[in-house]
């Protein structure tokens, strides 16, 4: 099953739109994109540890993308929450 969903998430008083999506075969495996100021597309992917922290990988990621583990992690299971809603 194909799960993707947006987030609006406010980061150093900028809101930002974060699209996630699901990567088959694992519930704490996502990918993430955001566009920068530049209007770049920044890529990355989200996985959930074994003591459900969330991290952050990804190639030349700004600081500010970094920095923002914990709410992306809570966009994310807020997303799946909403979605597993009947």
């Known amino acids: 099953?194909?799960?993707a969903f947006t987030k609006i998430i406010r980061l150093s008083a900028r809101l930002w739109e974060?699209?996630?999506r699901r990567l088959p075969g694992d519930h704490f495996n996502f990918h993430g994109d955001v566009t920068n100021e530049k209007g770049e597309r920044l890529q990355f992917s989200l996985y959930k540890d074994a003591h459900d922290v969330w991290h952050?990988?990804?190639q030349k990621l700004p600081l500010w993308i970094a920095d923002a583990e914990q709410a992306l992690g809570e966009a994310i299971e807020e997303g799946m929450a909403e979605i597993a809603k009947p």
Request: no cysteine; charged share 0%; hydrophobic share 55%.
């Open 18 to 20: 974060f699209n996630f």
């Open 56 to 58: 952050v990988t990804g």
């Open 1 to 3: 099953m194909n799960i």
